[in-house]
């Protein structure tokens, strides 16, 4: 994953903070953001998953032309495989870490670099096979200052988790 | 409001409920405003038919991201250094979830003074759906 331009705005950190519950005014009002000691609006801690919207190969998201695996008229868009249908598209996420080096905020210009890291394998009581691997993100700014270092680590079952 | 190390100590607790009965309508709200439209979440046709799990589930992302609310909440704004999770349930529609965060150390890092909390989220049959910790900057 590559995100060559990620624009941080701040009727999208409304939008995220909104989605997520919070109505801490700092993600919504940039006079009483002023009044704050951040002295502007910043970004939720998660909101830098966000630059998933400005992915242009994120495969989460249904593209123009392109078929898309959920529910039409049939239960899926497309013909899948049956094996490994745990995590339906892209595996399960396993964890998720932020290093923040600075918040971002409305008018930052990030880019996001992804490298993979580590891969390993466990057996899993209620899915079977599990197979985790890493992504490190650098989140920079437009001066290619790091602001957030994320690290996620993805999962994939070989069946749907027990319930 | 920030933290003052002199008013915390190690086992000092702080907990906020993060959601009642969580709605199918939020989590498409955090589609949206994240960008994940993975059916998982949204599309119980696929979600029951093909992938076959009992109903959608909210993105671990949803939790973490209302687990941060309560974080943010207690730490006071822009002090997060850090914050990790791992997600050890998956949420449902109609759950209720409660989060803690319980200071571990209170320490010096990079010449700042920082709080360590261990931080957990757990759903309403006490199961635990996020394990994590989250690193703050606290005024002395």
């Known amino acids: 994953m590559a995100v060559n331009k990620f624009p941080v705005e701040a009727s999208h950190i409304m939008m995220f903070a909104r989605s997520v519950a919070d109505d801490n005014q700092i993600y919504y009002d940039d006079e009483y953001a002023k009044t704050t000691e951040p002295g502007t609006i910043i970004a939720p801690p998660t909101f830098v998953q966000a630059s998933a919207q400005f992915d242009p190969d994120y495969s989460l998201r249904p593209k123009v032309g392109a078929p898309w ?24 996420h396993a964890e998720q870490h932020y290093e923040y080096h600075r918040h971002p905020k409305p008018g930052d210009i990030l880019t996001g670099e992804t490298k993979p890291g580590k891969t390993w394998e466990k057996e899993g009581r209620r899915s079977g096979k599990l197979v985790f691997s890493e992504s490190i993100t650098e989140y920079r700014d437009q001066n290619g200052e790091l602001v957030v270092t994320a690290r996620g680590v993805g999962v994939r079952t070989e069946r749907p988790v027990d319930q | 409001m920030a933290l003052k190390a002199s008013e915390l100590k190690v086992g000092d607790t702080y907990s906020e409920c993060l959601v009642e009965d969580l709605k199918r309508t939020q989590i498409v709200q955090y589609a949206g405003a994240s960008g994940d439209y993975n059916p998982l979440h949204t599309d119980e046709v696929f979600t029951t038919q093909v992938a076959k799990y009992p109903s959608v589930f909210a993105h671990g992302m949803l939790s973490m991201g209302m687990t941060g609310r309560m974080v943010t909440n207690y730490v006071g704004d822009g002090r997060l250094k850090k914050f990790g999770v ?27 003074t920082v709080v360590n909390l261990k931080v957990e989220t757990t759903n309403q049959d006490g199961a635990t759906v996020i394990s994590g910790y989250a690193c703050a900057r606290v005024d002395a």
Do not use: C, H, M, Y
């Open chain 1, 69 to 92: 695996f959920g529910s039409g008229k049939e239960p899926s868009g497309i013909k899948r495989e049956s094996s490994g249908g745990g995590g339906g598209g892209g595996g399960l």
């Open chain 2, 86 to 112: 791992r997600f050890t349930n998956q949420v449902w529609p109609g759950d209720t979830l409660n989060a803690t965060a319980t200071v571990e150390e209170i320490t010096e890092e990079d010449g700042e």
